[in-house]
């Protein structure tokens, strides 16, 4: 399954926080130039009106115009004013866009208290400000340029601040295994050295399994060895008797069969529990196959189940303990299910057990320890085991090519 990476997660989120933050600053910077470029215009209008106005009241009409070589003067009551002027008819600031240029003006009362006054700006006259906003944009621009590399480099600091202990803790969990040593804690930071001090107790408790598992299965192999040589010894004993009546000596003949089965299974146990690598010599599997039926041959007849061999000269590597242990649970689960009919094919070190069965796929999947002892005999080997259940025909895989 395919995540998000966290460290080009955070890259992309510090990179856009500074892109976004360049943004805001640059249109920040543009709305106060147009303000204070406003605020300019407006405060020489107005105060090239007052003083028009002061110079009206001492000179009356003989008050001297204001400035020509900045602005064009208007009295609406003496006519000769632009068409676009007559659309302004409230005192105010306003900006027109005339063409391609724009036009700030001030509209007042006349001081003769008739009409009113238009003060527009000449052409050009009110861009005054306009290299000292060339200025402002090039600092804008410097400073934001600045700050978006500087938000990158921290931003790749962090990642590297946060991602590197993160990075080793996950090296640390792809080895963290019961037969790794254990790691010493060395997180940064609380939360990350809580996550490390779970993982080493998690270990710790998952080799106390490992290692309690292989003891009792070693264990308890070595000591069922001796009680199992006296019940084969017993039977041996017993068979020798002549006088045994028959139900006796089928009763021995089972002691006998449960005694190699018990010995049998105690050397699996010992394999599955021992550690490291395990002798595996070749073993012809189909012998194995029509001995385990012959043996089962009852239990055929029994349940009037017919079955079908396709077997091929193919060999196995590994104990025949294991390997027996392996095809006596895959023959037993299907005769425990079977109806009818079971298909056994043995084709270049795959074996094919096929039964058709009504039960439930999850009853199927439970047969007990049948199947778990043949996924551990897997696991130890380094085979593969498939079960299914389709249509109601159940079929098991065991694919011994390692």
Known sequence: MSLPSLRRHLILALGGAGLLFLLLTTGLMMVAEDKME????????????????????????AAPAPNPRQFSSYWSE???????????????????????????????????????????????????????????????????????????????????HITRPLERLRQRVAHLT????????????????????ALLSGKREVAAVFAREREFSRFASHE???????????????????????????????IRAGADEMALLTETFLLLGRSGEIERPAQEVAPLIQAE???????????????????????????????????????KNALSYAEGRIEVQLEEGVL???????????????????????????EKLGWHIETRLEAGLFTARLDGRS
């Not at 396709?310 to 649970?329: E, F």
């Open 38 to 61: 406003e605020l300019s215009l407006r405060h020489w209008l107005e105060a090239e009106t007052l003083r028009y106005d002061d110079d009206w009241r001492r000179l009356g009409e």
């Open 78 to 160: 003496a006519g000769r004013m632009p068409p676009w002027l007559t659309s302004y008819a409230k005192p105010g600031f306003y900006e027109h866009e005339l063409g391609d240029e724009d036009k700030h003006f001030l509209v007042a009362h006349h001081p003769s208290g008739q009409g009113l006054l238009y003060l527009v700006f000449n052409d050009d006259a009110d861009d005054y400000l306009d290299p000292y906003e060339e200025t402002l944009h090039t600092t804008t621009r410097l400073i934001g340029v600045s700050m978006l590399l500087a938000a990158l480099g921290f931003g790749f600091w962090l990642v590297r």
């Open 178 to 197: 019961p037969e790794q040593a254990d790691f010493t804690p060395d997180a940064p930071w609380q939360e990350l050295r809580e996550i490390e001090l």
């Open 224 to 254: 069922l060895r001796t009680p199992n040589m006296v019940i084969q010894g017993s039977a041996a004993l017993l068979d020798k008797i002549a006088e045994l009546p028959p139900p006796a000596r089928r009763a021995v003949a089972r």
């Open 293 to 331: 039926l012959s043996r089962l041959q009852p239990l055929l007849s029994r349940e009037a189940i017919t079955v079908q061999l396709t077997l091929d000269q193919s060999q196995l590597h590994a104990p025949l303990s294991l390997l027996t242990i392996a095809i006596d649970n895959l023959l």
């Open 352 to 378: 094919t057990v096929r039964n058709p069965t009504q039960v439930a796929p999850d009853t199927v999947l439970g047969y007990g320890c049948g199947l778990t002892i043949i996924e551990r005999i897997c």
